[in-house]
T-cell receptor
Framework: KAGVTQTPRYLIKTRGQQVTLSCSPISGHRSVSWYQQTPGQGLQFLFEYFSETQRNKGNFPGRFSGRQFSNSRSEMNVSTLELGDSALYLC????????????FGQGTRLTVV | AQSVTQPDIHITVSEGASLELRCNYSYGATPYLFWYVQSPGQGLQLLLKYFSGDTLVQGIKGFEAEFKRSQSSFNLRKPSVHWSDAAEYFCAVVSGGSYIPTFGRGTSLIVHP
């Protein structure tokens, strides 16, 4: 079956703009989590969605938001972009929450200039 | 709060040599433990996981890991490394009930021919 699909793969934005990233989980998976990966901070958890509800949120400012649709597809939005938001954004899907196997997408590389 | 330490930022081995990547965690109870591998520009792939039971866990690509409660460790091993194993390796911990994984900073594996 198809894996986790993230679009777009690469994105260049200007400071102050906003951006929306998309994640299509594996068919049948209901949990989608987002992570930010940077050389300085490593992998940091952004938020988790399950059944269209945000279940957990990491320590990120309110400029970072997300949502999940009824088909489990998820989007994350970053408003008022800052240079420090440049990162690889990874999405992971799981059949269920927590300790089940998470399948990661290839990520969206966001560059803020 | 749970934490994960991967003490080695880089490890260099010769092809065919054995490998051990270290992972220590901090958590009161027995957490769920994972090892992931990330190739350049790619997402993370699950190598193996430990939930309970046998403390020696077999994974994909010939990897195994051993959970040692007394040392709070979950070290990853491979008896003979191949050049294609060169990648970034991440240890992750999920504590029961939190559903939020904490990742180590990663260990970069370099394989010399």
């Amino acid at each position: 079956k198809a894996g986790v699909t993230q679009t777009p793969r690469y994105l260049i934005k200007t400071r102050g703009q906003q951006v929306t990233l998309s994640c299509s989980p594996i068919s049948g998976h209901r949990s989608v989590s987002w992570y930010q990966q940077t050389p300085g901070q490593g992998l940091q958890f952004l938020f988790e969605y399950f059944s269209e509800t945000q279940r957990n949120k990491g320590n990120f400012p309110g400029r970072f938001s997300g949502r999940q649709f009824s088909n489990s597809r998820s989007e994350m939005n970053v408003s008022t972009l800052e240079l420090g938001d440049s990162a690889l954004y990874l999405c992971a899907s799981s059949a269920d929450r927590g300790n089940t196997e998470a399948f990661f997408g290839q990520g969206t590389r966001l560059t803020v200039v | 709060a749970q934490s994960v330490t991967q003490p080695d930022i880089h490890i260099t081995v010769s092809e065919g040599a054995s490998l051990e990547l270290r992972c220590n965690y901090s958590y009161g109870a027995t957490p769920y433990l994972f090892w992931y591998v990330q190739s350049p520009g790619q997402g993370l792939q699950l190598l193996l996981k430990y939930f309970s039971g046998d403390t020696l866990v077999q994974g994909i690509k010939g990897f195994e890991a051993e959970f040692k409660r007394s040392q709070s460790s979950f070290n990853l091993r491979k008896p003979s490394v191949h050049w294609s194993d060169a990648a970034e390796y991440f240890c992750a911990v999920v504590s029961g009930g939190s559903y939020i994984p904490t990742f180590g900073r990663g260990t970069s594996l370099i394989v010399h021919p």
